[in-house]
């Protein structure tokens, strides 16, 4: 934020500053701490990190050759390309935020991205709308997916904002700075669930009453923790016009006002976070000198509990940090590690971060970062007292808490409200006997606990508790069981609305037994990484009950015992302000399939297969019947064009060869068959036979297989009005089939397999006149039309039943008919002397057309019975056919022939292929 009047005041703050008591500072070099990393994105010129909490780290990098821009980014522990995604989300012109030209994401809280993050920001348009010229803030809440526009225009007076960013979230607290006009900045607090801004109060604030602030003329705020907002201000403080950086105490509306340690000036504190220790703040800040240049950067180990008599304001020790000899900035800090950007020799401004937490600061024999640690095997209660606590071993008690977190208002003068520290466990906390022991007890307004270990409670105890009541009562409590989480036993989170649960790592109960009830208030997410474990019996369940909104996703794993009916429903998970999204998936100890069921506000574990996903299954296997349907008509529209036309003076024709037919667009099916074809010719114009086409290969859509196939057999009849075929010509044929069906339903996670044997066959008639008429001795047209009549039949059956197979179905039988009109014309030539073709195009009209619905019945709740349609019909489809035969010897011929047919399913066709040796005798 741009603020020309921090400029004007440098010389009098450094008069005024001369006059301070002298106050020594450390200076460390980054990077020569262990761990010290740095990062530059891509061939970008300018890489920051803006935020961290926990090993949440949110920068951004300048766009290259876009004047300026930038693109948002989020890291996880470590800078590197592999540890970042894109933040909010991807956008092609790299600003990572929908909609805008440059983005940065400044202060994110704890959590996931699908869990419990929220992250404050700014953004850009091309017009920037809403009123304002330049920055847009943002709220982005990985809960809910939604992203809220900050935009403080009550504070404004009327008066257009230029720009809005949002730099830090705590709480339901978010904290920035807008301007209506370049040369003054404004700070905001934006509380979460009203919606609604406020300022930062100075005049007649101030901590010391005897150096009251009387005016400010621009004041701007970077950073929240617990009650405390930190940032910078210009004005009078203690009759002294100057740049002063601040804490804002909430909870006592007082100002803590502090200058820098020489003459340089601190314009502000650009973040603020625990040092370990209740009250006691540390605090990142740039300095200038006289011309406004960054000259130097600070930590700031601020002691609200100890008041400096000199200053009337609380102890402050200021720690100089740099990057070796390079110009550095201070940007953000989290427990001992601090983040921000340095300049090196190319004049590239490089992102880093260092964890200087055990290292001592000034005066002092106190590491910068002092929390209540735990490295060894204890047998005894962590009592965390309000301070930071870090669990990196086992901590194992019996008839008592593993960790109190304990509570504390932390500044001089505290009578109000308590705040809890952060417990960040690492290794094992367990508890065992008695009852209503904690693993982990938390106390205080908006304590967190960061579980990247296990904690286990046995029967009666709890692995995670709130206290609920007076000073230390836990209020909007934070816990995320990371990914390597696991939380085995009861939880009990009363902490009020606004509390916030993230699950991406293991929660239940892994004993045995069952009805336990695990209870959070507020907010509770299950990521997609998040496993939440309930055992359930026949006369009682475990439970998950939110008083307040659930959201779930991950792994439903139920354990259970005993015995259940069909379609047994039991509640396992309650919100009572809505249940929204669904389990990814369900895993149970049972042979027999179960589901999740879902209302608004419950989702509920059924024995037995689903409904939903079981019609589903009926379904598939509806389509793949369809092929099989097809494949058979295409077999019988083959059998009604078999004839044999080679005779010698016996009036006897064979006819040997092989069929191979493919059904496609869709579920896809073919089959090969060896076939005979016998005729006889009673006189020169009329020849009469029959055919067996016997099946050697059938290959069905998946889960559907062909078998005990009897041969396809029928008769055909051909009168010519001409011994030369010219002229007129009648043709009848008839053609019969019949097989056993093997119908497979596949098994998915929420429903039964199902198999079963139907019988299926079919019948075809077939009547035809067509004309034969002469173009030259070679060629010939031929004109066709008749009727035909189709009928399949698929028959009645029920599904086998066993012990994994609970709830069989039986279905109907069905059948399709089609009574149809076949015209067409066809040619036939001579290509060379004893080599002749054929080809024809034609049209079946349906006159009439019916197909029965796949249905049944079943003892499934919900789904006693069941109509499933088959494909719908086209009515009109084309034929085409294509033959080349050849006379080996006057009665001897081989030929080869092509059918391609649309059948009445929509968009499905079929091509068959004919090759064959006749022979008269």
């Known amino acids: 934020m741009q603020n020309t009047a921090f400029a004007r005041s440098i010389i009098v703050s450094a008069i005024a500053l001369a006059f301070s008591p002298p106050s020594s500072a450390i200076t460390i070099d980054l990077s020569n701490v262990a761990g010290f990393e740095s990062f530059q994105q891509g061939d970008s010129n300018i890489t920051t990190v803006t935020g961290i909490r926990d090993r949440n780290i949110t920068g951004n990098y300048s766009i290259t050759g876009s004047g300026g821009n930038t693109g948002g980014l989020l890291f996880q522990s470590t800078l590197s390309n592999v540890t970042q995604v894109p933040f909010p989300t991807y956008t092609s012109n790299g600003s ?70 949002a730099h830090s979230t705590f709480g339901n607290t978010v904290v920035g700075n807008y301007d209506t006009q370049l040369i003054t900045g404004n700070s905001f607090v934006y509380d979460i669930p009203s919606g609604t801004y406020s300022s930062v109060p100075f005049v007649g604030k101030s901590f010391d009453s005897g150096k009251q602030i009387t005016s400010v003329a621009s004041n701007t705020a970077y950073g929240v923790y617990n009650n405390l907002i930190s940032g910078g201000y210009t004005g009078t403080y203690n009759s002294s016009t100057g740049t002063y950086a601040y804490i804002y105490n909430k909870s006592n509306d007082k100002v803590y006002t502090f200058s820098s340690p020489d003459l340089s000036l601190v314009t502000h504190f650009e973040g603020i976070t625990s040092a370990g220790k209740p009250g006691v703040y540390n605090l990142v800040a740039d300095a200038v000198d006289g011309q406004g240049n960054h000259v130097k950067a600070y930590v700031a180990t601020v002691d609200l509990n100890t008041i400096d008599l000199t200053t009337g304001q609380p102890t402050i020790t200021w720690t100089e940090i740099k990057v070796v000899s390079n110009l550095t900035s201070a940007n953000s800090m989290y427990q001992g590690k601090v983040i921000g950007v340095y300049v090196n020799s190319t004049g590239q401004t490089i992102a880093y971060q260092a964890d200087i937490g055990s290292i001592n600061y000034a005066g002092v024999n106190t590491p910068i970062y002092d929390p209540k640690k735990n490295s060894t095997a204890s047998t005894t209660t962590l009592l965390g007292a309000g301070w930071d606590v870090i669990n990196n071993s086992t901590i194992t008690v019996a008839n008592g808490n593993g960790i109190e977190s304990g509570s504390a208002c932390g500044y001089a003068g505290c009578s109000t409200t308590e705040y809890g520290g952060v417990i960040t466990n690492n290794g094992t906390v367990s508890v065992s006997g008695g009852s209503g022991n904690s693993g982990v007890l938390m106390q205080g307004t908006f304590g967190t606990l960061l579980n990247y270990g296990t904690l286990r409670a046995t029967d009666g105890n709890y692995a995670i508790q709130t206290t609920g009541s007076g000073v230390s009562a836990a209020d909007g409590s934070l816990i995320v069981n990371t990914s390597s989480g696991i939380i085995d036993g009861q939880v009990y989170i009363n902490a009020g609305p606004y509390a916030r649960f993230e699950n991406s790592g293991s929660l239940g109960i892994t004993s045995a037994g069952s009805g336990v009830t695990h209870t959070i208030s507020g907010t509770f997410v299950q990521t997609s990484t998040g496993t939440l474990g309930l055992r359930v019996s026949p006369s009682a369940a475990d439970k998950l009950q939110v008083n307040g909104t659930a959201y779930l996703g991950g792994v439903l794993n139920v354990t259970a015992t005993g015995s259940y009916r069909l379609g047994q429903r039991i509640a396992l998970v309650n919100g009572t302000g809505g249940v929204n999204g669904q389990f990814s998936s369900l895993t149970t100890n049972l042979q027999n399939v179960s589901y999740i069921d879902y209302d608004s506000t419950n989702a509920y574990w059924v024995y037995g297969p689903s409904p939903v996903y079981t019609l589903q299954s009926v379904q598939q296997n509806a389509q793949g019947l369809s092929s099989v349907i097809n494949q058979q008509v295409a077999a019988l529209q083959a059998g009604l064009s078999y004839d044999c036309n080679q005779y010698n003076e016996h009036n006897l024709c064979i006819s040997v060869g092989g069929r191979y037919t493919y059904a496609g667009s869709g579920p896809s099916g073919n089959a090969q068959s060896g076939l005979v074809i016998v005729g006889y010719r009673p006189m020169n114009t009329l020849r009469v036979g029959g055919f067996a086409d016997q099946s050697a290969s059938i290959a069905s859509p998946s889960g559907i297989s062909q078998s005990k196939t009897s041969p396809m057999w029928g008769i055909f009849g051909n009168w010519n009005l001409n011994k030369n075929g010219n002229g007129l010509g009648v043709q009848a044929s008839a053609a019969f089939a019949s097989s056993q069906l093997s119908i497979t339903r596949t098994a998915t996670a929420y429903s039964e397999a199902g198999q079963g044997n139907t019988q299926f066959g079919g019948q075809a008639y077939q009547a035809q006149v067509n004309y034969a008429q002469p173009v030259d001795d070679k060629l010939k047209l031929i004109p066709y039309i008749g009727l035909r009549y189709t009928q399949i039949n698929n028959g009645a059956y029920t599904e086998n039943s066993s012990a994994t197979v609970i709830a069989p179905l039986s279905y109907n039988a069905m059948a399709q008919n089609t009574f149809s009109a076949v015209g067409g014309l066809g040619v036939s030539a001579w290509l060379a002397e004893k080599l002749k073709g054929t080809a024809s195009v034609g049209i079946q009209q349906n006159l009439n057309y019916s197909m029965g619905n796949y249905q049944g019945t079943s003892a499934i709740p919900g789904l006693t019975s069941f109509s499933v349609a088959m494909p719908g019909n086209v009515n009109s489809m084309a034929t085409a056919s294509a033959g080349i035969y050849y006379d080996v010897r006057k009665n001897e011929r081989i030929g080869m022939n092509v059918l391609w047919q649309q059948q009445p399913f929509i968009a499905t066709n079929t091509t068959t292929a004919l090759a064959t040796y006749s022979i008269g005798f």
């Open 96 to 165: 990572n935020f929908p909609g805008a030209i440059s983005s940065t994401p400044y202060g994110p809280s704890f959590g996931s991205t699908s869990g419990i993050l929220r992250v404050v920001g700014s953004y850009k348009t091309t017009t920037s709308g809403s009123g304002a010229t330049g920055d847009l803030g943002y709220l982005v809440d990985g809960v809910t997916g939604t992203t809220t526009q900050l935009l403080p225009t009550s504070l404004a007076g009327g008066n257009p904002i230029l720009n809005t960013i």
